[in-house]
């Protein structure tokens, strides 16, 4: 299975960077159907096609994911997306 492995330095204090992914976790519910759940400081989620995890560092965002089959074709077009996200967020 393909897998994602993104990291982006942030300055943010750890509470606000997490309740930074806590926003863009709900828009992924919103959109997508994606669950997620809180381990420590890192948000896992999962969908049908994908599983991973958001992990809130003091300094970095580290995302990782595999994608199923289905969007395996889609693997560019979803980092592309994530690095944008983060980049609104943390850039």
């Known amino acids: 299975m ?3 492995d993104i990291r982006r330095p942030h ?3 750890l509470a606000e960077a997490r309740g930074v992914i806590d926003q863009v976790a709900a828009r992924m519910r ?3 159907g994606m669950e997620g759940q809180w381990q ?3 948000l896992r989620f ?3 096609g994908v599983n991973g ?3 809130v560092g003091s300094d970095e965002i580290h995302v990782s994911a595999e994608l199923g089959m289905m969007l395996s074709p889609l693997k560019g077009m979803v980092e592309q ?3 944008r996200k983060l980049d609104e967020h943390f850039g």
């Open 11 to 13: 300055h943010l204090p």
């Open 46 to 48: 999962s969908r049908p």
């Open 40 to 42: 420590g400081d890192t």
């Open 30 to 32: 919103e959109k997508f």
């Open 2 to 4: 393909p897998k994602i």
């Open 53 to 55: 995890a958001i992990a």
């Open 81 to 83: 997306e994530i690095r």
